[in-house]
């Protein structure tokens, strides 16, 4: 099964599930957390394939973020994606990264829908994207046993790690996380897809499923999924370590390998084709998942500290 969450021309914001090019509409004030918390989501699916409150056309829909996570982990899955920034970050790959999947806790107050505008983080002139692929947790759990995690799954869906890599950069190198570098957007989307969906398509430790990155049409990224190095399973292993899981709770891939420009400034900066700027539109698209689009605006003033800064 495929959910959106979408404005309904009868007001507010309603899930729903997607078949073929139409929406199957549930009831009014019922959010796609909620279904996670009761467990329900099956059962939602055939409620709205039977009964639907209402039928839409998929086209023309506006699509909000299909659910307001309670937390997102985005981790290290793509191990090549360190390799290829690694020179220009001055950030070497630690080998500690072979052991475990690192990952940081992102702003789930930014989080934005598949087709949003985003701004520009305040004072950055090397605004990115990143490709990337989150799991849902479904089922609440802690220290998981790896076979099994994918148990606790829910859905898959695009994830897009807005990135401002000047203030990214300024801020590592302090021996910090990355915090205002990675603060200001992050979009989920366009469709929760069930694990069943994408079952046909399993390939080593993920599924073989490709994945595109377009800036004004122009193809910047490519990859596939299943050339992850960590895979959800030892993801939700290692982030359920000595803490709960719980529904709705995000888990990020982290970039797929050429899946952001940064990659591109850092393996071949002569040839480079310059951060996002205003106007520009990025489109990101994963196979089976769908696509997000979203046109870059200008972002604010950075207000000064005491400092000056």
């Known amino acids: 099964m495929r959910f959106v969450t979408y404005a309904s021309p009868a007001g507010g914001d309603r899930v729903g599930l997607v078949v073929d090019d139409q929406v199957l509409g549930l009831e009014p004030r019922v959010t796609l957390l909620d279904l996670l918390d009761a467990d329900d989501l099956a059962a939602a699916g055939e409620r709205a394939a039977t009964a639907p409150s209402e039928t839409l056309p998929l086209e023309g829909l ?3 973020a299909p659910l307001q996570p309670r937390s997102i982990r985005d981790c290290t899955g793509f191990l090549q994606h360190l390799r290829n920034c690694q020179g220009a970050a001055d950030i070497p790959v630690d080998e500690r990264h072979n052991q475990f999947p690192a ?6 107050a930014a989080v934005i829908g598949p087709h949003d505008d985003v701004a520009i983080s305040p004072g950055s002139e090397k605004f ?3 490709l990337e692929i989150a799991a849902v947790i479904g089922r609440a759990g802690s220290n998981i046993l790896l076979h099994r995690a994918e148990s606790h799954i829910a859905g898959y869906l695009l994830l897009c790690d807005w990135s401002a890599r000047d203030l990214q950069i300024n801020e590592m190198a302090m021996q910090l996380g990355p915090a205002k570098g990675k603060d200001g957007a992050n979009t989920l989307g366009p469709m929760l897809v069930t694990p069943d969906e994408i079952e046909p398509f399993r390939s080593r430790n993920a599924f073989d499923l490709g994945m595109a990155g377009y800036v004004n049409d122009e193809l910047v990224s490519e990859g596939r999924w ?6 959800f399973p030892d993801m939700i292993t290692y982030t359920s370590r000595g803490t709960t899981l719980r529904p709705g709770d995000v888990i990020g891939s982290g970039t797929v390998p050429s899946g952001c420009l940064f990659e591109h400034f850092a393996m071949n900066p002569d040839e480079f084709r310059g951060w996002l700027q205003p106007g520009d539109v990025v489109r990101l698209v994963v196979e089976q998942l769908g696509e997000i689009r979203h046109r870059v605006i200008e972002g604010e003033k950075p207000q000064p500290l005491s400092s000056g800064f």
């Open 62 to 64: 506006t699509l909000r």
């Open 226 to 231: 299943d050339s992850i190095d960590w895979g």
């Open 128 to 130: 990115d994207y990143e």
């Open 103 to 108: 990952f940081y806790f992102s702003n789930v």
